[in-house]
DNA sequence: ATTTAATTGTGAAATTAATAACGATTGTGG
DNA sequence: CCACAATCGTTATTAATTTCACAATTAAAT
């Protein structure tokens, strides 16, 4: 499989659920020029990235969204991600219940806590671990993904564990940095940093 | 003010959350070597950034460090942040609750809810309002940015209340793009595309 | 059947971002 | 005081990404 830049999946990842959304409301064919709109994006870049997929589209229908969503599925989703969280907190709580994962795309498959009074229970249907737990629950799982949501002063040793389990994906939510093998991938979300930066955009202007 | 590469400010801002830990740690001067083993950038991209807002280091020390944080804090981060938030569903009261907006840069003044039974409470010192004061209420607490925590399906209308409402910025935590005017900046975050592209980069290898 | 207009797909140009190379500076140790 | 080694800052180079320009295609209209 030929490999993308990180920002084309991305912007692949958009267009799949844009798709949907266009599906959704019957739709069977959308221009690049109506997903750019949509996106944000400019068509160019739109037929640009699709073409790295194949010649899919037709002169003046555009694109079978049918046809098109299962083509770019084939190299950016080909199955079901499934993901751990370690902290039970109000973030983790919060990522557990998130609608957007309630699909066939991502399954949230347990969690872990320090915390023994949340151990043994469950929210929606993903139930509570304690830490020590992890390496001997984690691999049962078939999970890819460790989400870190504990305080930011744990963040590494949470990471630790983390890579210990087997997982070669992790998503931070605390303002850390983690130190981790070069083969496991980090995604660093800090909420603050986005605030922030969209505050500059605003008041560069 | 010289305006810089959208990058370069969020790399800045990670470099002021170092600093900030570095700081804290006791530390006097750090090297651009240093900040690129915690941040995992380069060296020389970080000396680039630097270079930017002045000559700063000295060399054979490296930064000192109170003195950098202040010199890219006046670029990046010249006065606090106030945010308003829009939805206190699970994901917004963890917002709200975030510890990481403890602290004097970025600072919640306001929530609305439609849910009335919601109205009038508080979180941490927020007090809830309902969706059809927010026109009235925002403009009071001085708040440059609006956070959208609502369901997908009311995320557009959402937007529309918070450029009613005269903010120029807008953090949408819906898998759903947004119609705004032009001079309104929306940062999109989300978290399905998070994972799945994570996914994407694990598997790429 | 022919023309027309809309739309894709793509190679080239332009822009933006990252990396490398290296000179300049300055503490430190003899 | 001098040589050395570490580190910064900057210019040049390379790489990545986006935008442009336009040829190719084809559905629709006549």
Redesign the pocket.
Same mark, same amino acid.
């Given at each position: 499989m030929k490999k993308? %830049? &990180?920002? $084309?999946v991305t @912007?692949t990842l958009l267009y799949v659920r844009t798709l949907d959304n266009l599906l959704e409301q019957g739709k069977k064919f =959308? !221009? !690049?020029?109506?997903?750019a709109e949509i996106t944000d994006? $400019?068509? =160019? &870049?739109? @037929?640009?990235?699709? !073409?790295n997929f194949? @010649? =899919?589209?037709? %002169?003046?229908?555009?694109?079978e969204i049918r046809k098109l969503k299962s083509i770019l599925e084939e190299y950016v989703l080909q199955h079901t991600v499934h993901v751990v969280l370690f902290g039970v907190g109000n973030l983790g709580s919060a990522i557990i219940r998130y609608p957007g994962f309630h699909n066939e795309k991502i399954k949230m498959v347990a969690a872990f806590d320090v915390d023994k009074k949340k151990v043994g229970k469950k929210i929606r249907d993903v139930k509570i671990y304690s830490f020590d737990e992890a390496t001997k629950v984690v691999p049962k799982t078939h999970a890819e993904i460790g989400i870190i949501a504990v305080p930011a002063e744990h963040s590494q040793e949470t990471a630790d564990i983390i890579v210990a389990s087997g997982l070669r994906g992790i998503v931070n939510f605390t303002p850390t940095t983690i130190n981790v093998p070069k083969d496991v991938f980090v995604k660093n979300i800090d909420l603050s940093i986005e605030f922030l930066s969209l505050f500059c955009d605003i008041q560069r202007t």
């Open positions: 993308f %830049p &990180q920002k $084309t @912007r =959308v !221009s !690049s020029w109506e997903l994006l $400019t068509d =160019v &870049q739109i @037929r640009k990235d699709i !073409s194949g @010649r =899919v589209g037709r %002169p003046r229908l555009g694109y």
